[in-house]
């Protein structure tokens, strides 16, 4: 896939490591981090230690990180970051090339891309296209790849007992790729379908106008995804043959000193580094130099402009951007998080406050952007109101307000320190990592920092240099502007289009007198210095644990005002906790205006508490709320020390709001256009949208929202919450460094505000009922169909309801998609070319559980329902001919998928928390279902296949949702049969359409939904009356 991660805006929010800090009338408070000392590779052949050229051990680490690193460099010139962690589930590499599409040949964009795709799809050493993702799947693993402006990212994990043979293809991707013909001819229609996929997307859109209008002759302004027109009949114009171009791109670039490769396993240091060198050393270093760019793709030209763009979506936005040169060398100082913490600022005194008080903006963000190597952005990006469109340039002077006054304030380092503080912290006390996105993300930093910096780099800020903060605070001046104003205003009024995403703009500039006026304005009064942090934590001890403390939640309080379900963390040991509440009211999802008033409340509220919040969410602790079906949820999560005075001010808001008319206005325009800008969504989107609402109890569509929109007023908003606080159930998850008592105590505080100052009463049992699924007939299969008026490709989702969930049922149902999962990809995907997005998986909702495809495409619904059906029909013979080794293999692939232990407290939180919300209440459910995986047998699982997939199978019930073209677009897309002849020659054993019934249409929603029985609700878990965890229990005793 194609990625703007590169080009991502870095908020400056946190910052350093260090030894010892102190603040002005605070704590003294000392953190620390390691130094990893390793040896030389022991046991090592004379070869293999030729083969490394340096070793590093001096990997500084955070004190709390409890895996091993050695650094090396191989003789060919390749990095690479090894990480030893014997708990580990998971094994993980990651290998980065620091070549991106900024080095694609002028005659075919996207080829950097495209050369990303086919290295996936066979090597001398193991030819068949689907090897690699055949052997992570049976091996519960999964990977991907990307391809930035100057880096190539290919990462993968797989379980941990299966690292060599992982690594072994995985090698092979850089040292002999086929580049089959064939291949190539099927994976470009992937290239264009992911093109196709982005061409809508204002994100994409507004990135690439950004590269259209700047310098042309700059690698920065090229198109990196590719098309069909790129990469086949442009070169074919040219007399250019793409799969030399292609084994030219990888000969020239794919060279190892440019490479950086990360590897995570549970072996010690030594043996991952004779694996390395077994697998890696054979690369080739063609002595390839890095592209430097330190002419800046912003030159004289290209500032003080003013860029008008229509959106797709119905949004309003403003960007103002400077020229940067690059920051990366004063890394160890980083003066541009600096300024990003400063101008990024949401609390009293800052920009967005002035802004947001004129009614303005909605939001902003500030901070540097990386651009490339030699070349970097500074940007203010700001959400418009309608009133802030006719504003933009009263917006730029107040920016530029801003920044003359952090001139006049002169150095702070108190400032500079404070961010220091908070990235110690952060680093002290960071999350352990999911191993894939790791050793994707130690990939891709090994080519910036060196080796012993590699971990700590992103957070380091040690150095206080205010020059280096005055140099570049000095290029953010009115001679350097660039501005681009998004809006749906302007159609009509455009005189350009951007040649890839067709994008409409009109670009005009600046007039020197207003550059003038904002070269000389005054400070503004109300622009100020941020306030002290006073959400900064100070302690940090670990609660002490009972040791008979019990390993999953349990229920510690239960009334008829709330049900409190506690878990003291074994696992992670870190000064953190995760307080989880849900306030239950049906009153919130009653009707369409009901819906649309909690959605109202829940966003007047925090936009309300943002000046409050945000130095918290800065220290480390915050606060989410939301609307749901049932009410609303809030939760509090981050170091547990601070965490109390959040939670107060939080409810004492809440039980004490007022509505700010200017903002009632402003968030309800912005809600509207929300819901209006659906439209815009991925066809997919679309999809799983109109089969949740066809398949749920109860459910609002767009529409009936938008449509009670005129009774959204505020006397009826205030009305609603009086309703909305007057009953009251609340379900708890506390979980974390604390002890049962402070968890008593902070439910306490919560039950206490609500009874005493809104004088909230318990709601009903028998208002506290879940809403229910719909129950699919049997033998009978409906079609759903929708018009997508925006994309120029349709999508389905096709959906085999299995029924309520159970045991039993669970784990067949994932055994099964756990096997179907790679055939799936690569005879949908890779070998048809359906589309780019082709998904197959489990979808459960309301208890109840069923086998879904995803396929997003250019080809028409019907085509893609009838090729998903051949396929669900030849996973029969495919089930059957499994020998019992591929059977078992698969089993245990799903196991270590499952009982892969959560990395991090907010995901374990996760996990108990949507037990609770399904009041099912198994949080052991990975233990309990996994002892009953290992006794499942072939012959069951087929016989599972027989009574729900089968053509004629007795249970087999049936959704499809097709998310059509438009009628005027519609004859763009080739028809099924014209497709079908297509792909039957490329695809293998396309056996036809199966003889079924046509599935009946769907005409009314609710007509289809009121006259289908619903599915029962599904009782809270009890062991010892789940026959299947008892029969399980049974086998393995025996």
């Not at 194609?2 to 800090?21: I, N, Y």
């Not at 080829?111 to 066979?122: D, V």
């Not at 953010?476 to 995403?501: H, I």
């Not at 239950?584 to 008033?597: G, H, Q, R």
Request: hydrophobic share 35%.
């Amino acid at each position: 896939m194609l990625s703007l991660a590169r080009e991502g805006l870095r908020v400056a929010r946190v910052s350093l490591v260090g030894a010892k800090f102190s603040l002005k009338n605070r704590t003294e408070v000392r953190l620390s981090y390691c130094r990893w000392k390793s040896t030389h590779p022991a046991a090592m052949s004379a070869n293999q230690s030729e083969s490394i050229r340096h070793l590093y051990d001096n990997v500084i680490k955070s004190a709390g990180d409890k895996r091993t690193y050695r650094g090396l460099e191989l003789a060919n010139g390749m990095k690479v970051m090894l990480v030893s962690d014997p708990t580990t589930d998971k094994a993980a590499a990651a290998l980065d090339v620091n070549i991106g599409y900024m080095c694609d040949p002028d005659d075919v964009p996207g080829l950097a891309h495209f050369c990303e795709h086919m290295l996936f799809l066979g090597t001398k050493k193991y030819p068949s296209e689907n090897e690699y993702n055949r052997y992570l799947n049976e091996h519960g693993g999964a990977s991907n790849a990307f391809t930035a402006a100057e880096h190539t990212n290919y990462y993968f994990d797989v379980s941990s007992q299966h690292l060599e043979g992982a690594l072994d293809r995985f090698a092979q991707f850089f040292i002999s790729p086929l580049f089959n013909e064939e291949s190539k001819d099927r994976e470009l229609n992937a290239v264009d379908s992911e093109n196709e996929k982005n061409l809508k997307s204002d994100m994409w859109r507004l990135h690439q106008l950004e590269k259209a209008t700047a310098d042309q002759k700059h690698p920065f302004s090229k198109f990196g995804t590719g098309n069909k027109y790129t990469l086949s009949e442009r070169p074919a114009e040219l007399n250019m043959d793409v799969r030399e171009e292609l084994l030219k791109y990888h000969s020239t670039y794919y060279s190892a000193n440019v490479m950086a490769l990360s590897v995570l396993g549970k072996e010690d240091l030594d043996s991952l580094s004779r694996l390395v060198v077994d697998k890696f050393a054979s690369v080739e270093n063609k002595n390839v130099t890095v592209p430097e760019f330190p002419i800046h793709p912003f030159q004289e030209e290209h500032l003080r402009l003013r860029c008008d763009v229509v959106p797709v979506k119905d949004i309003r936005t403003m960007n103002v951007a400077f020229p940067l040169p690059d920051l990366q060398p004063y890394y160890r100082t980083n003066p541009g998080h600096y300024l990003g913490h400063l101008i990024g600022h949401e609390g009293p005194g800052s920009l967005l406050s002035l802004l947001k008080a004129k009614g303005w903006v909605n939001s902003l963000v500030g901070g540097q952007r990386e651009g490339g190597n030699g070349f970097m952005f500074f940007t203010v990006n700001v959400d418009l109101t309608e009133e802030g469109l006719g504003h933009v340039y009263d917006i730029v002077a107040h920016i530029f307000q801003y920044l003359e006054m952090l001139r006049q304030a002169g150095h702070q380092e108190w400032i500079f320190n404070e961010c220091r503080d908070l990235s110690a912290l952060k680093f002290r006390f960071k999350d352990k990592e999911i191993p894939r996105n790791y050793t994707s993300h130690l990939a891709g930093i090994l080519q910036k920092y060196p080796m012993d910096h590699v971990l700590v780099a992103p957070y380091l800020c040690e150095d206080y240099e205010p020059q280096l903060i005055d140099n570049v605070l000095s290029k953010l001046t009115p001679e350097n502007v660039r501005v681009a104003v998004v809006a749906k205003a302007f159609e009509g009024a455009t005189d350009s289009e951007e040649q890839w995403y067709k994008t409409q703009y009109k670009i005009e500039p600046i007039s020197p007198d207003l550059i003038q006026q904002w070269s000389e304005v005054e400070t503004h009064p109300d622009l100020k210095l941020p306030l002290l942090n006073e959400f900064i934590p100070t302690q940090f001890e670990i609660k002490p644990r009972p040791e008979e403390a019990p390993s999953v939640p349990q229920c510690i309080k239960e009334d008829s005002m709330c049900k409190v379900w506690f878990k003291q963390d074994d696992a992670f040991l870190l000064p953190k906790a995760c307080l989880n509440f849900e306030f239950i009211n049906p009153v919130a999802y009653a009707d369409p205006l009901n819906c649309n008033l909690a959605y109202m409340f829940v966003q007047l509220y925090r936009d309300a508490l943002t000046e409050y919040a945000y130095s918290a969410e800065l220290a480390g602790v915050s606060y989410a709320l939301h609307n749901t079906t049932y009410g609303f949820y809030l939760a509090i999560g981050g170091y547990d020390d601070k965490q109390s005075i959040l939670l107060k001010k939080v409810l004492d808001k809440m039980t004490s709001f007022t509505i700010d008319p200017k903002r009632f206005t402003i968030i309800k325009e912005l809600y509207t256009r929300a819901l209006e800008n659906f439209k815009a969504e991925q066809p997919y989107q679309h999809a799983v949208y109109y089969t949740t609402l066809l398949l749920s109890e109860v459910g609002w569509t767009k529409e009936e929202l938008v449509g009670s929109l005129d009774e959204v007023t505020i006397e009826n908003l205030q009305s609603f919450m009086k309703q909305l606080f007057s009953h009251m159930y609340m379900e708890s998850l506390l979980h974390g460094n604390l002890t049962q008592q402070q968890a008593l105590d902070t439910v306490g505080l919560v039950v206490g505000s609500l009874q005493d100052k809104t004088k909230t009463r318990p709601l009903l049992a028998s208002q506290r009922v879940k809403h229910r699924e719909v129950q699919l007939p049997q033998g009978v299969a409906h079609k759903y169909e929708r018009e997508n008026t925006v994309h120029s490709t349709s999508a389905i989702e096709t959906y085999y309801q299995c029924g309520l969930q159970s045991t039993r049922d669970n784990m067949l149902l994932e055994l099964l998609c756990q096997i179907l999962n790679e055939p799936c990809f690569n005879q949908l995907r890779t070998q048809e070319q359906l589309g780019y997005i082709v998904f197959s998986g489990v979808r459960r909702a309301n208890s109840v559980q069923g086998l879904r495809f995803i396929i997003q495409s250019d080809r028409q619904p019907a085509y893609l329902d009838e090729r998903v059906e051949v396929f669900v029909q030849k996973m029969e013979s495919h089930l059957q001919d499994l020998s019992e080794e591929e059977f078992q293999k698969h089993v245990s692939a799903l196991v270590v998928r499952r009982l892969d232990k959560p990395k991090k407290l907010t995901s374990e939180t996760s996990r108990h928390w949507g037990e609770i919300l399904a009041q099912q209440y198994n949080f052991d459910r990975d233990n309990v279902e996994v002892a009953f995986l290992k006794t499942i047998t072939k012959e069951e699982l087929m016989n599972f296949y027989k009574e729900h997939f089968s053509w004629g199978a007795p249970k087999r019930r049936k959704l499809s949702v097709h998310v059509k073209l438009a009628e005027d677009a519609a004859g763009e897309s080739p028809g099924a049969e014209e497709q079908g002849a297509e792909t039957a020659q490329q695809s293998v054993e396309t056996n036809s359409p199966p003889d079924i019934p046509a599935p009946q249409d769907i005409t009314d929603v609710t007509s289809f939904k009121s006259n289908l029985p619903l599915h029962p609700h599904l009782p809270p878990y009890q062991p010892h009356k789940d026959p299947d965890f008892v029969l399980s229990q049974g086998k393995a005793k025996l």
